[in-house]
C-alpha cells in the first residue's frame, strides 16, 4: 500500500489523536504497576492488561471462538495488522517471536521487550540453534508465544505462504509445548486495516484509529496439532495454514 502524505496525515480525524492519547495513558499507568511487581519477583499482569486496554482504545472489539491453550503453547496465526499483537496477547497473555531490528524500534521495541519478546534474525540461517534454544527457553516459562509463519503482514484478502524455515525453529516442538493455529479474522474490514507496501507504522496506525466504526475481530483459535501426524516442519506448515484458511475463507 502506497504511503500516505504528509498533508493527509495532517488532517486525520481527531478521534485518532484522542485514541493515542489514551493508549500513553494507559503506558503512563500500566509500566509503573508491572515495575512494582518486577521489584517482588512476582508475575506481572501489566502488560497483558495493558495490551487488551490498548486494542480497546484503539477500537476493536474481541469476540473468541474456541478454546485457547492456557499455557506451555506456541500459537501459530496469520499476520495483517500491528493490532493482531494487542487483541492476540490482550487475550492469551502471548508473547511474540519478532524480528530482531524490533528491538530498536522508539516505545514499540520496549513496549514488546517489556511483554517478553522473542527477538530472532530470521535471515541467518546458521544461527537456527540459538535462536531455537531462546524460543525454547521462553516457551518453557509457561507463558504462550506466538508465531507469524508468513514473515510479514499480509493484505487482508488472502494468505502469504507460511514460510517453513520460520518454524524450523519449533518443529519438532519442545517436549510437553502445544501448537494450535490462530486465524485472526478483521472480516471486511481486512484490507483496510492491513499494514503493507511502504505505509509506515505511525500512518498506519493514525489511519486504523481514525475510523469512527468499532473494528470486530474474532480469534478462531482451531484444533491443537498432533505432532506425530506430520513427518516434517513443511507438512507442519502447510496444514496450520490450510486450517487458518479455512476459518478466515
Not at 521462553?138 to 494468505?159: D, K, S, Y
Not at 502445544?178 to 507496501?197: F, H, K, N
Request: charged share 20%; hydrophobic share 45%; aromatic share 8%.
Amino acid at each position: 500500500m502506497a504511503s500516505l502524505s504528509t498533508a493527509k496525515v495532517e488532517r486525520v480525524h481527531p478521534r485518532a489523536y484522542f485514541r493515542v492519547s489514551l493508549i500513553m495513558l494507559l503506558v503512563g499507568v500500566c509500566v509503573p504497576l508491572h515495575g512494582v511487581w518486577r521489584l517482588f519477583k512476582l508475575r506481572s499482569p501489566w502488560p497483558t492488561r495493558f495490551l487488551r486496554w490498548a486494542g480497546r482504545a484503539s477500537g476493536a472489539r474481541v469476540t473468541v471462538k474456541g478454546a485457547p491453550v492456557k499455557q506451555n503453547v506456541l500459537f501459530i496465526a496469520n499476520h495483517v495488522s500491528w493490532l493482531d499483537i494487542l487483541v492476540l496477547a490482550g487475550e492469551t497473555g502471548s508473547a511474540f517471536v519478532a524480528r530482531a531490528d524490533m528491538v530498536d524500534w522508539p516505545v514499540l521495541g520496549w513496549l514488546a521487550g517489556l511483554n517478553n519478546s522473542v527477538y530472532v534474525q530470521r535471515e541467518n540461517r546458521l544461527d537456527v540453534g540459538a535462536q531455537r534454544d531462546a524460543i525454547e527457553q521462553a516457551l518453557l516459562t509457561g507463558q504462550p508465544i506466538t508465531l507469524f509463519p508468513e514473515g510479514t503482514t499480509a493484505n487482508g484478502r488472502e494468505l502469504m505462504p507460511f514460510r517453513s524455515s520460520l518454524l524450523a525453529t519449533v518443529a519438532p516442538p519442545p517436549e510437553g509445548i502445544t501448537v494450535q493455529p490462530v486465524a485472526i479474522d478483521y472480516g471486511e474490514a481486512a484490507p483496510d486495516i492491513a499494514w503493507t507496501g511502504d505505509e509506515s507504522v505511525g500512518i498506519n496506525a493514525l489511519r486504523l484509529m481514525a475510523r469512527s466504526n468499532r473494528l470486530h475481530v474474532t480469534l478462531h483459535f482451531l484444533k491443537p496439532l498432533d505432532h506425530s501426524e506430520f513427518e516434517d516442519r513443511k507438512a507442519m506448515a502447510a496444514h496450520s495454514r490450510a486450517e487458518i484458511a479455512a476459518a478466515l475463507f
